[in-house]
């Protein structure tokens, strides 16, 4: 069978009993098999794949590797007809060596709000009254504008992974991240204050339980790291001598990727923690580029146990106030601000946008900045 249009020439044929489509633009051949036995229902399929190369062609969007026009072999669609549904699972699937199960799950929540609110439509018949309408909704339950945008980053994120493989002609969610502003907010988290740091590292050198993982949490509170980052570290990220410390990766739920910020800060450690990690280093049989540093029968440290059965036992023994293990990284941030270093310092140590630092610790900066003329008396510089 023979189509024809003022662009294009189709040529639906049947090899082996399979279709084969084949069509020529602009001087140019194409053909591709749809995977499809020849039947009256298939061959109404595959001239819906040609009017969608023609829509294409006319908007300046026809995809040349002609992936776009393929039948999904679990779905038999092209991707110019999946849903939401399936474009969720079809990202999902493309992250899911490159984030924890946590971020999958938050995910997963705004992908259930969605159907849930427009159905599991088609994704080229998405459009912005379906933004609005999310948002609109989102405001409604009075959810805070942080989390509605944590949402919408997420679904921004999906319809930018949408557009790279050419489903949708644009990102309908990437301007609305932007328009919803959030008010910067202060940390109420209360930080640990010397004596009971003093008093948890005490503890941890005598009791025999905590021994394991007294240089683990010493090191969180010297360094303000984040806990993943921690527990990532291998000997091979620090300088041979064990002064210097660079944090490049991190692990969690045994994944290892990049840091938070994807950016690597190198910096230089507490004279004691080098005494100490030189001495655990000098313990050990092998190490190699892939020793870590801190561990538990050999293991990397389980972030969730250690929370349960460590953390939790320790404050609780101590009488100290319960906070979550990554205060480690506040009290840090805390103290050092309190001892008057410059904040630009202590971020590229944390890995903190400055901007960030001030916003959420702005109460713990203590001294009032003063500035010095920059001119003389005559206007001189």
Not at 332 to 344: E, M, R, W
Not at 355 to 364: C, G, I, P, Q, R
Request: aromatic share 10%.
């Amino acid at each position: 069978m023979v189509n024809k249009t003022g662009q294009v020439q189709f040529n639906i044929q049947n090899t082996l009993g399979r279709l084969r489509l084949r069509f020529t633009i602009d001087g140019h051949r194409y053909q591709f098999s749809p995977r499809l036995a020849d039947t009256k229902t298939n061959r109404v399929k595959v001239k819906d794949i040609c009017l969608l190369i023609e829509s294409d062609i006319e908007l300046g969007l026809f995809d040349k590797s002609l992936n776009k026009y393929r039948l999904d072999k679990k779905t038999g669609k092209t991707l110019h007809d999946i849903t939401i549904s399936e474009l969720f699972d079809k990202w999902f699937n493309s992250i899911k060596t490159q984030v924890d199960s946590t971020t999958i799950k938050k995910h997963s929540y705004v992908k259930t709000e969605l159907l849930a609110l427009v159905g599991d439509k088609k994704v080229r018949t998405f459009n912005k009254h379906d933004v609005n309408q999310f948002i609109d909704v989102q405001l409604a339950k009075g959810i805070k504008a942080y989390t509605i945008k944590r949402k919408l980053l997420t679904l921004s994120n999906l319809f930018d992974f949408a557009k790279d493989r050419q489903l949708v002609n644009e990102n309908l969610f990437a301007d609305t991240v932007k328009k919803i502003k959030v008010k910067p907010h202060q940390i109420t988290t209360k930080p640990f204050t010397s004596d009971e740091v003093n008093l948890i590292l005490r503890e941890c050198e005598h009791n025999p339980k905590y021994q394991p993982f007294r240089l683990f949490i010493k090191f969180l509170f010297d360094t303000g790291t984040r806990t993943s980052e921690a527990i990532g570290l291998r000997f091979s990220d620090l300088s041979d001598d064990c002064v210097y410390a660079t944090i490049r990766e991190q692990l969690t739920q045994g994944v290892r990727k990049t840091t938070k910020t994807g950016k690597i800060r190198t910096f230089k450690l507490p004279d004691t923690l080098t005494s100490e990690l030189l001495q655990l280093k000098s313990s050990l049989t092998i190490v190699d580029k892939d020793t870590l540093v801190f561990t538990f029968n050999n293991h990397s440290i389980n972030n969730h146990n250690f929370r349960v059965r460590i953390w939790k036992t320790l404050l609780n023994n101590l009488g100290i106030e319960y906070r979550k293990f990554y205060s480690t990284r506040h009290t840090f941030i805390s103290h050092q601000l309190a001892k008057g270093v410059n904040p630009v310092v202590i971020a590229k140590i944390t890995g903190h946008d400055t901007k960030v630092l001030f916003e959420h610790y702005a109460s713990d900066v203590t001294d009032i900045p003063s500035i010095n003329s920059t001119f003389d008396t005559e206007g001189r510089m």
